[in-house]
């Protein structure tokens, strides 16, 4: 690392300028990199190029160059209505349930008065 020829002191001086700029650019482009308002709106960025991409592929599986794919939403259709079905059985399964364990209740009640 010997040179030929030694740094002045104006040179060095100027080394150091230069350097400390430098550090204190890289030292700002941190501190705007980790602000937390500028990670949140990096964050909703990448959540809504996400989304986007994510619903562009499921379009794409019931919609082609053609139009709509039938077969495709009648199965989407038939499992959403098969979902449906299952939470109103099982709603009223579970009324029905407590209608009748309300009716024993209140015969019971009745049994103890008479």
């Not at 990199?33 to 949140?40: G, I």
């Amino acid at each position: 690392m010997a040179k030929d020829k030694a740094r002045s002191i104006p040179e060095i001086r100027a080394d150091l300028a230069r350097n400390r700029g430098q550090v204190t650019d890289a030292l700002g482009d941190l501190i705007t990199e980790v602000n937390p308002k500028n990670v949140a709106k990096r964050g909703v960025e990448n959540a809504k190029s996400f989304a986007a991409t994510e619903f562009e592929a499921v379009k794409s599986q019931v919609k082609d160059e053609r139009g709509w794919r039938t077969d495709r939403l009648m199965v989407i259709g038939g499992a959403v209505l098969g979902v449906v079905v299952f939470v109103v059985t099982i709603n009223a399964i579970s009324h029905a349930r407590h209608r009748s364990l309300g009716d024993k209740a209140r015969k019971a009640i009745m049994a103890i008065g008479e």
